[in-house]
């Protein structure tokens, strides 16, 4: 099974300040045959479902704000949340869609 | 509009067992891969399992293998997950979701409490 961690477990940033968020895979998701890795990000607010931010590693959802950038490739990826609002403030987790079983991060929190 | 709502969960002892629903409407549901994730109140996600769109390909976590079932009816946009023998670390927010590749679309979650 693919173990995805994450780092770091929690940060505190200001506002208007940038939030990078490190995600590292155990064995490479890059799929040779697309060049694609099936890598996503997701933002969870409290009390509501998970919402996909990122897919594809780097491709932004549509509606996502544009200070959300995903990038990395192979088995390091980096969530940037750049000008940190107060609606941003969530837990964050990357997902591996590679191989079954899928698997998630344990998450970071973002705090002001 | 696209709607996934969860039920099926409650209280119940361990070693015991619980179905879960999910009932999808807006899309067709039976074009879509399906996903259970589960989240103790306040941690983690964690993926439990999918299937295919006719049912015929299922996959689950380490931790649920040979305990859990998935299923669907597509005649009535309804997926399904069967927990049997549960334990207290099962408890959690079990959300199912339409896959686009990875889980897309989440409902809102049910509760599964598993407790003596």
């Known amino acids: 099974d693919i173990v995805m961690t994450q780092s770091p477990d929690s940060l505190a940033v200001s506002l208007g300040e940038r939030a990078t968020i490190n995600c590292k895979s155990s064995?490479?998701?890059?799929?040779?045959?697309?060049?694609?890795?099936?890598l996503a990000w997701y933002q969870q607010k409290p009390g509501q479902p998970p919402k996909v931010l990122i897919s594809w590693a780097s491709t932004r959802e549509s509606g996502v704000p544009d200070r959300f950038t995903g990038s990395g490739s192979g088995t390091d990826f980096t969530l940037t949340i750049n000008s940190l609002q107060a609606e941003d403030v969530a837990g964050y987790y990357c997902h591996q869609y590679y191989s079954d079983p899928f698997t998630f991060g344990p998450g970071t929190k973002v705090d002001i | 509009e696209i709607q996934l709502v969860e039920s099926g969960g409650g209280l119940v002892q361990p070693g015991g067992s619980l179905r879960l629903s999910c009932v999808v409407s807006?899309?067709?549901?039976?074009?879509?891969?399906m996903h259970w994730v589960r989240q103790v109140p306040g941690k983690g996600l964690v993926w439990v399992s999918r299937i295919k769109t006719d049912g015929s390909f299922t996959s689950y976590a380490d931790s649920v293998k040979g305990r859990f079932t998935i299923s669907r009816d597509n005649a009535k946009n309804t997926l399904y997950l069967q927990m049997n023998n549960l334990r207290a670390e099962d408890t959690a927010v079990y959300y199912c979701?339409?896959?686009?590749?990875?889980?897309?679309?989440w409902g809102r979650g049910t509760l599964v409490t598993v407790s003596s």
């Open positions: 807006g899309l067709t549901f039976s074009d879509y891969w």
């Open positions: 064995q490479s998701i890059l799929k040779s045959s697309s060049n694609k890795n099936h």
């Open positions: 979701a339409v896959e686009k590749w990875y889980p897309d679309l």
